[in-house]
């Protein structure tokens, strides 16, 4: 087989991978779900499922075929909603388990969002930027049929960002024969895009933390901060962690791990990374062994990056205060349990990265009217849902004796399957 090729997901040997995790979450909250529980099956099954392939010409001629999803895993309190990761290990059971908690997220944070999430099984590093703009556009008109304002709003993820949101924005129009910049958020300002949108879900990250923090009576003056992936969200955390007087004191990339107890300067780093330097050249640093990254002592810890990086097999070794799940995923059910145990707080990825969700459903509103907000407005709006939900999350998990994330799928849950309740099963 053409090596370009990447094997398609059905011969991953994973078996059912973070869907399984999601399923797991889903069952730790349905105890409480009185007359609602006939409905809770809803929650296990992704509502539609769309496999695409993708083929494209290559620079030299030649043609590749790479495998596109689209799940909408729930649609019931509206549109479905949710980020486009382009990645080679993306599969299907792994977008499954993203659009869930999609509709989690939503619900939580009570934007009027159902739970969509969709991918590409590519090694984007391994195209030119034609062979991108190729793909970006084919995965858009194959999954066309599926999205749009009022159906379906894919946003950025891993490794996709504004520029392919405006490749998506523009085919998805050429499609139609009308501008429809709604269609996508996370788009460039001049393209109907949100201010504040880039930095958003770094920034309820930090509002998050900084909630948790007066919670435990933790100052965030001086604290230290590790950080897994240095992308949208785990620089964006950094840089607002860093601006409240925190310090940034390891950084793990893809490349390595950076370490410095005296503080890592945020705004280098990023312009290192920016110039597309090897990470192990940063002078402010010492690259250090990556399993050495989760013993180091911290106030905050937040992965940041990809979904089961805290595990059985690590998690005993974790010692912070708050763990900021910035990715969606980073933790798996043993590892929550433990985590628990040692009184960690662990602010679960449906909170804590809510912030991006909720600057897109701004962007989606601003779109729709065509009225366009100050960064400032941005920013408090979203500073004040992101507390105030984090705060209700706190009080309902202290009340029912659970840990955040189990009240967070229970509240949720509830409003979703009520939701369902009162639409009725069509036909
Ligand atoms: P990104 O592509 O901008 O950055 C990903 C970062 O993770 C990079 O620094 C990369 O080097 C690092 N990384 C990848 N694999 C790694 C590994 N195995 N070990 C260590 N580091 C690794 O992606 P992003 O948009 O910042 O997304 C990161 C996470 O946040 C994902 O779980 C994503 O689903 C979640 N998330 C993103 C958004 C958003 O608005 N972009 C919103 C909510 C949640």
């Known amino acids: 087989m053409n090596p370009i090729h990447a094997l398609p997901s059905y011969l991953e040997p994973e078996g059912v991978g973070s869907w399984g995790v999601f399923l797991q979450q889903v069952d730790r909250a349905t ?4 007359e609602l529980a006939y409905l809770v099956e809803t929650l296990k099954r992704p509502k539609r499922i769309l496999i695409v392939d993708i083929p494209i010409k290559l620079d030299d001629g030649r043609v590749a075929h790479f495998e596109g999803y689209r799940v909408q895993h729930n649609t019931s309190r509206g549109p479905g909603k949710g980020g486009v990761r382009f990645h080679q290990d993306v599969c299907l059971s792994e977008v499954m388990a993203l659009a869930g908690w999609m509709s989690i997220k939503n619900a939580v944070i009570g934007v009027p969002f159902g ?20 793909l970006t556009r084919r995965y858009t008109s194959e999954i066309g049929i599926v999205i749009g304002p009022d159906k379906d709003i894919p946003a950025p993820d891993v490794n996709t960002n504004e520029k392919i949101m405006a490749w998506m924005m523009d085919t998805y ?5 009308a501008t429809s910049t709604a269609v996508v958020t996370g788009k460039p300002l001049s393209l109907g895009g949100s201010r504040g949108r880039r930095d958003a879900t770094g920034r309820g990250v930090f509002v998050c933390g900084r909630t948790a923090a007066a919670k435990i009576g933790l100052p965030i003056a001086g604290a230290r901060v590790c950080v897994q992936g240095f992308g949208n969200v785990g620089n964006a955390a950094a840089r607002c962690f860093a601006e409240a007087g925190a310090k940034l004191i390891a950084v793990q990339t893809v490349e390595g791990t950076l370490h410095n107890p005296a503080g890592i300067d945020v705004a280098k780093l990023g312009a290192h990374q920016d110039a597309r330097r090897p990470l192990g050249e940063f002078a402010g640093a010492t690259l250090i062994p990556d399993a050495a990254f989760w013993e180091i002592e911290s106030e905050f810890l937040i992965p940041a990056a990809l979904e089961n990086q805290v595990t059985a097999a690590n998690a005993g070794r974790i010692r912070t205060r708050v763990l900021l799940e910035g990715a969606n995923g980073p933790t798996t059910p043993e590892a929550d349990d433990l985590l628990a145990a040692n009184g960690i707080v662990v602010v679960p990825d449906v909170i804590a990265n809510a912030g991006g969700v909720t600057v897109s459903y701004f962007e989606w509103v601003q ?13 408090g709006r979203l500073d004040k849902i992101m507390s105030d939900a984090f705060n209700g999350l706190w009080e309902a998990a202290a009340a029912a004796r659970v840990t955040l994330r189990t009240a967070a799928f229970t509240l949720a849950c509830r409003r979703i399957l009520e939701a369902r309740h009162l639409r009725g099963l069509y036909p």
């Open 173 to 177: 129009s050429m499609m139609h024969g």
């Open 115 to 134: 739970g969509a999430k969709g991918g590409v099984r590519v090694d984007p590093r391994q195209l030119s930027e034609p062979e991108l703009e190729r």
């Open 31 to 34: 105890s409480t779900l009185g």
């Open 367 to 379: 779109d729709i009217s065509s009225y366009f907000w100050t960064e400032e407005e941005v920013n």
